[in-house]
C-alpha cells in the first residue's frame, strides 16, 4: 500500500489545522505504524490504536476512519474538530473502548455503535446529548450503571438499547416522566431494582427486560404493571404496547389484572420467574402471538380458550402444578374438590345441562369443521398426511434425535433427517429442533411459524407441520418439520474445504448456467417475500448456508427463524431489532436501522458475488483496505478472470464453449454488476429485486443462447 492511498494519510487530509506540528511526520515514507499516535499490531501490521487526544487540531474527521476494522481504541477528546456525527464509527468490529469525544457531538440524533467489543464504562459525556433520539450499545461488554437523571437529560429519547451488556444498577426513576419514549431494551444484564411506573409513556410499545436481576423477592414486584391501567389516554397506550418480556428475573407474585387492557400486545413473556397463582383467564381474551410462561410457580386449571387452543403459541412447561388445557400441552386432568358429599339435585340439573350444552357445542364444532375441510381444497397434501406430529412421533422418526441422522446446527436449533411412515411407504423429511434453554429461540420458533404459515412459493422451503409440546421430561420442545432437501445447502457446495473430498468433486459440477440458475431462484423467492405477500417479510439471514437444493438443483430460500414482518412505506421497515450474521449484514443494520427489504437485496448482493467469486465475504484475504464488494469492482476495468472462482474460468475457457467464450465473459460481467449494485453501501441506490430477476433471466436466456442478443 502506497503512502498517499493508505488509510491512516487519508484520516489526514481534512484537518486543517495542526498547530503543533504532529502530524507533519505522517508525510514521511516510513511505515505509517512508526507515525505518531498510531499503534499496529505485530502480526499483520493492522492499526489498533488511534490516539490524537489533545493536541487542538481543527478540521473534520474523516469517513476513512470506518475502513481500520482493526481498530480497538480511538481517543479524538481534547480536539476542535466541527462535525456532527460519526457513523463510519459503527464500521469498526473490533473497537473495545468507547471514544470519549462522542460526547461532545452537540447535534447528534442517533447514536449506536452495537455489536463490537467495547468495554469498560459508557462515557458520562454520551448523556447529555440531548438532542439523542435513539441510542443503541448492545451485544457489547459494556458495565456500570445508568445515571438516575438518564431521561431527563435526554428528553428526546425514543428508542434505548443496551442488551447483551454488563450493565448493574437500577432501571433510572427519570423513566418514569419518558414521554417521548418508544422502546426500552436491556435484556442479560446485571438490571436488579423495581421496574419504574409507566403510566405516563403514552407512546410505549416495546419493554424488553428479561434476564437480569429485577424484582425484590416481593408480591408486589409486578406492580408497575399496575400502573398501565391507571395510565391518563390508557386506550392509547394499551393499544400501542406490543411486547413486553419481563422473563430470567427474580419477580415474585401474580399476574396482574391490568395486563388484560394492552389489548395491542403481541408478545408477553414472564418465563424464568417466581410467578404464582392460577393462570388468569382474562389471557384468553388478548391477541397474542406467543405467551411465555415457562419455568415458574403457577398452579391449577390452564384456560382453554382463545390463544390457549393454540399449543405452538403457548409455552407452560416448568410448572409442575398445572392441570387441565388442551390436548397439545399434554397435562394431567384436573381433580375436581369435594367440597359436599351430597349433592342436591338442582346442583345435579345445572351440570347435566351444562355437559348437554357442551356436548351440543362440541358436536356443531365437529360438523363445522368436518364441512369446512371437505371445502378447503387449497390444502397442501403433506399438511394431510402430518396434520399433527408429537414429540413422541419426532423422537421415532429421528432414531431418537441420533448422531447418525444428524444434519447441521444452527443459532437457535438442531435439525435432522427424520423419516416417517405413510401407508405402505417411508417418507423423508427434515426435522428442526428448537433450543429452548437458548435465549430467543421461543421468538425465533414464532417468527418462522408466522413467516410460513400463509406463504408458497417454489423457491421458499415447504413446512410440513408443526410440533409443540413437552418432551416427557417436563421440558418444553418445539420443532419444525420441513420437506427434505436431498442435495443439502449452496454452502456445501461452494466452501470445498468445509465438507472433504466429496464436496470438491460437487463443486466442479456446480456449473456456470447451474449457479445462475440458483440466483435466479433465490432472487424469486425474495421477490415474492417483500412483494407479493399480502404483509411483506423480510428474511434478515441470507446467506449460503440458508440456501438449500432439490435434487433437481432448484434452490429454496429456508431457515426464517431471523425473519420479521414489515410496515407498508417507500421501503417496508420493521421496527423489531435484528441479528444476522457477519459478512452478509447490511452496514446500515450495525448503525442501528430498522430491517428493510433493501437490507434483504444487501445481503443477496453479497451471496451473489460469493457465488460466482467462490469468496466468503469473511475471506482472510479482506482486510480495511478491501471487501468482497470492492474485490468484485475489480471485474468493471475487464478483468473479470481475475476474480471469478477457478472452476468457472476453466469451464469457460474449455472447448466445449466454442464461439460463446466472449458472451461468457461479458454475461459474468454484468453479472458482477448486479452483484455490485444490490450490495451497495447507500441502500436507497440498491437494484430493486424485481429488476435482478429480469436481468438475470435474460442473461440466462442469451448464455443459453434462446436469446440470440449480446450481454451488454
Known amino acids: 500500500m502506497t503512502r498517499t492511498n493508505s488509510p491512516c494519510w487519508i484520516l489526514k487530509s481534512p484537518i486543517s489545522s495542526d498547530p503543533f506540528g504532529i502530524l507533519k511526520p505522517w508525510n514521511a515514507t516510513e511505515s505509517f505504524c512508526h507515525w505518531h499516535g498510531i499503534t499496529c499490531s505485530q502480526r499483520h501490521n493492522r492499526v489498533t490504536i488511534l490516539d490524537l487526544q489533545s493536541l487542538n487540531l481543527m478540521g473534520k474527521i474523516s469517513p476513512y476512519i470506518g475502513n481500520l476494522s482493526f481498530l480497538r481504541e480511538l481517543h479524538l477528546q481534547g480536539n476542535n474538530f466541527k462535525q456532527d456525527i460519526l457513523p463510519e464509527i459503527g464500521y469498526l468490529p473490533r473497537l ?16 449506536g455503535v452495537g455489536a463490537n467489543n467495547l468495554s469498560g464504562m459508557i462515557p458520562p459525556s454520551i448523556f447529555n446529548l440531548s438532542t439523542l433520539t435513539f441510542l443503541e450499545f448492545v451485544y457489547n461488554r459494556l458495565a ?36 417521548n419514549l418508544v422502546r426500552f431494551r436491556a435484556v442479560e444484564n446485571q438490571i436488579s431494582g423495581t421496574v419504574p411506573s409507566l403510566g405516563k409513556l403514552h407512546n410505549f ?44 428475573n427474580n419477580l415474585e407474585g401474580v399476574i396482574p389484572s391490568g395486563l388484560g387492557s394492552l389489548k395491542g400486545l403481541q408478545v408477553l413473556d414472564l418465563s424464568r420467574s417466581n410467578l404464582s397463582g392460577e393462570i388468569p383467564r382474562f389471557l384468553e381474551g388478548l391477541q397474542l402471538q406467543i405467551l411465555n410462561l415457562f419455568d415458574n410457580n403457577f398452579e391449577g386449571a390452564v384456560p382453554v380458550d382463545g390463544l390457549f387452543s393454540n399449543a405452538s403459541v403457548v409455552s407452560i412447561t416448568g410448572n409442575s402444578k398445572l392441570c387441565g388445557g388442551s390436548a397439545e400441552l399434554n397435562l394431567p386432568k384436573c381433580i375436581p374438590e369435594r367440597k359436599n358429599q351430597r349433592l342436591t339435585l338442582a346442583p345435579v340439573i345445572s351440570i347435566v345441562s351444562v355437559l348437554l350444552g357442551v356436548a351440543f357445542f362440541l358436536l356443531f364444532l365437529y360438523c363445522y369443521s368436518f364441512k369446512k375441510e371437505k371445502k378447503d381444497t387449497s390444502s397442501d397434501s403433506s399438511n394431510k398426511l402430518f396434520p399433527t406430529m408429537s414429540y413422541h412421533s419426532l423422537l421415532k422418526a429421528t432414531n431418537g434425535f441420533s448422531e447418525a441422522y444428524f444434519i447441521g446446527v444452527g443459532a437457535f436449533c438442531s435439525v435432522y433427517k427424520g423419516i416417517i411412515s405413510e401407508g405402505n411407504g417411508e417418507v423423508v423429511v427434515a426435522v428442526k429442533v428448537l433450543n429452548m434453554f437458548k435465549q430467543g429461540a421461543a421468538s425465533s420458533f414464532l417468527a418462522e411459524c408466522q413467516a410460513l404459515r400463509n406463504i408458497r412459493h417454489r423457491n421458499l422451503v415447504k413446512v410440513i407441520t408443526a410440533c409443540s409440546s413437552g418432551d416427557g421430561n417436563g421440558n418444553d ?24 473430498n466429496q464436496a470438491r468433486v460437487m463443486k466442479r459440477n456446480l456449473s456456470l448456467v447451474r449457479r445462475l440458475n440458483i440466483a435466479i431462484n433465490v432472487a424469486s423467492a425474495l421477490d415474492y417475500l417483500h412483494h407479493q405477500c399480502e404483509t411483506p417479510i423480510v428474511h434478515c439471514d441470507l446467506k449460503p448456508s440458508n440456501i438449500l437444493l432439490d435434487e433437481e438443483m432448484v434452490a429454496h430460500v429456508g431457515d426464517f427463524g431471523l425473519a420479521r414482518f414489515v410496515t407498508e412505506g417507500p421501503i417496508p421497515t420493521s421496527s423489531i431489532g435484528i441479528r444476522s450474521s457477519t459478512g ?34 469473511t475471506d482472510e484475504m479482506f482486510d480495511e483496505s478491501m471487501n468482497l464488494h470492492s474485490f468484485a469492482k475489480i471485474a468493471m476495468v475487464g478483468r473479470v478472470k481475475d476474480i471469478m472462482d477457478p472452476v468457472l474460468v476453466e469451464e469457460v475457457s474449455s472447448p466445449t464453449y466454442h464461439q460463446k467464450t466472449a458472451k461468457a465473459w461479458a454475461c459474468l460481467a454484468l453479472i458482477f454488476q448486479i452483484g455490485l449494485a444490490c450490495s451497495a453501501k447507500v441502500p436507497r441506490e440498491r437494484m430493486r429485486i424485481g429488476l435482478v430477476v429480469t436481468k438475470l433471466a435474460s442473461i440466462r436466456n442469451k448464455l443459453l443462447e434462446t436469446d440470440k442478443g449480446e450481454c451488454s
Open 205 to 248: 410499545q416495546v419493554l424488553f427486560i428479561s434476564a437480569n436481576q429485577l424484582g425484590t423477592g416481593g408480591l408486589n414486584d409486578l406492580n408497575f404493571l399496575v400502573s398501565l391501567t391507571n395510565a391518563t389516554g390508557l386506550q392509547r397506550l394499551a393499544a400501542r404496547l406490543e411486547q413486553l418480556s419481563l422473563a430470567g
Open 144 to 179: 456500570g450503571s445508568l445515571p438516575l437523571d438518564l431521561f431527563t437529560t435526554l428528553p428526546n429519547l425514543q428508542d434505548i438499547g443496551l442488551g447483551y451488556n454488563l450493565i448493574s444498577g437500577s432501571i433510572p426513576g427519570s423513566m418514569s416522566n419518558a414521554s
Open 477 to 500: 420442545f418445539k420443532a419444525l418439520v420441513y420437506e427434505y432437501m436431498p442435495s443439502g445447502s449452496l454452502e456445501y457446495w461452494l466452501q470445498p474445504a468445509l465438507e472433504g
Open 584 to 617: 452478509y449484514v447490511p452496514p446500515e443494520y450495525g448503525m442501528g436501522s430498522e430491517a428493510s427489504t433493501l437490507g434483504d437485496v444487501y445481503s443477496y448482493g453479497i451471496l451473489l458475488l460469493e457465488l460466482f467469486t467462490g469468496k466468503r465475504p
Open 96 to 111: 473495545e473502548v468507547i471514544p470519549e469525544s462522542l460526547g461532545r457531538l452537540k447535534n447528534i440524533w442517533e447514536l
